[in-house]
């Protein structure tokens, strides 16, 4: 006489019986990819049984060629789903820390065994794509780190400033507005602003720098402390420098008059200088000249340059 136990009576029901196992990773070829399901497979011994079975693991995101994967590697422990009993279909439902496979204690310079703290820890390379945009954000500061669907990259801190990445341009302005940095690149174009002052660089076009204070150049440890002078301004000094030797010495110029009034003729010829217009002849001839002037040759080492014109024409000061 035979006695029905439980496991007979489901299966006269119809009813397939269903286990969780846990499991270990075979030492033997963890993973294999089956090129005809299209998906891989992993080569788990189910416990304590030490049945063999291959299984598909469960992801976030599956199908339509969207998933998600960590390596396994032989003696990861796995909890297995068994909806058809071991000779069916399985699955690996996740994994857990095991002697073999310790957890982390220590996570970005954290203490991870403390409960304090959630985390994702990796030790193999780790990739991740999307074919729509990406962010990952912080509150309540704002700060945020986005990828968008065309490839742009934008960072943007907790005072609203944001640094972007994009194929036209490399830019940085802060929350304010007052600050920007910028490099076009369809221009191109470099593009430095800090409050009231700016530096432009062009390729074509004109460049500047524009400083509401002084603006100190220093070359060959060389201190800043002399001034700058314009063609334009050699000329009016020379005006007024030849007027004023003219009025100091109505009659014939000789050497010793000339030397003993040189301290007088220059100080009235800069203070003059200083305040007084140029003479429309002289700017007139400036800009004539300035419109002709030829491409300066390259310097001749040891004697510069051969052919210093008026100064440079392609440089402009205030």
């Not at 490099?183 to 432009?200: T, Y």
Request: glycine content about 12%; aromatic content about 6%; hydrophobic content about 45%.
């Amino acid at each position: 006489m035979n006695f029905l136990n439980a496991e007979h009576v489901r299966e006269i029901a119809g009813e397939a019986p269903r286990f969780l196992s846990l499991g270990t990773v075979e030492d033997e070829t963890p993973v294999t990819f089956d090129a005809e399901l299209k998906y891989p497979l992993v080569n788990v011994a189910l416990q304590p049984s030490r049945i063999s079975v291959r299984c598909r693991n469960l992801m976030r995101a599956g199908g339509k060629g969207e998933g998600d994967w960590y390596p396994f590697v032989a003696g990861d422990e796995v909890l297995v789903a068994m909806p058809s009993g071991p000779r069916g279909e399985c699955l690996i439902l996740g994994r857990a820390p095991s002697t073999a496979d310790p957890f982390p204690t220590s996570v970005a310079g954290q203490d991870a065994t403390k409960n304090a703290l959630s985390f994702t820890r990796r030790a193999c390379a780790h990739f991740e794509e999307s074919k729509g945009p990406w962010t990952t954000m912080t509150q309540p500061s704002g700060a945020f780190v986005n990828l968008s669907a065309e490839g742009n990259v934008t960072l943007r801190d907790g005072s609203k400033g944001a640094l972007q990445l994009s194929a036209d341009a490399l830019s940085y302005v802060s929350g304010d507005g007052k600050n920007l940095l910028q490099i076009d690149l369809g221009s191109p174009r470099f593009v430095l602003r800090v409050d009231k002052a700016m530096l432009v660089l062009q390729s074509s076009g004109a460049s500047a720098i524009l400083a509401p204070g002084a603006l100190s150049l220093s070359a060959a440890g060389q201190p800043a402390h002399e001034h700058a002078i314009s063609t334009e301004a050699v000329c009016g000094l020379l005006v007024q420098l030849l007027t004023a030797l003219g009025t100091a010495n109505p009659g014939p110029i000789i050497g010793a008059a000339l030397g003993a009034a040189a301290f007088g003729v220059v100080s009235a010829a800069v203070g003059l200088a200083a305040v007084t217009p140029l003479n429309p002849a002289v700017s007139g001839a400036l800009s004539a000249a300035f419109a002709v002037a030829p491409v300066k040759p390259a310097g001749v080492p040891g004697l510069g340059q051969s052919l210093p014109g008026i100064g440079s024409a392609g440089i402009m000061i205030g």
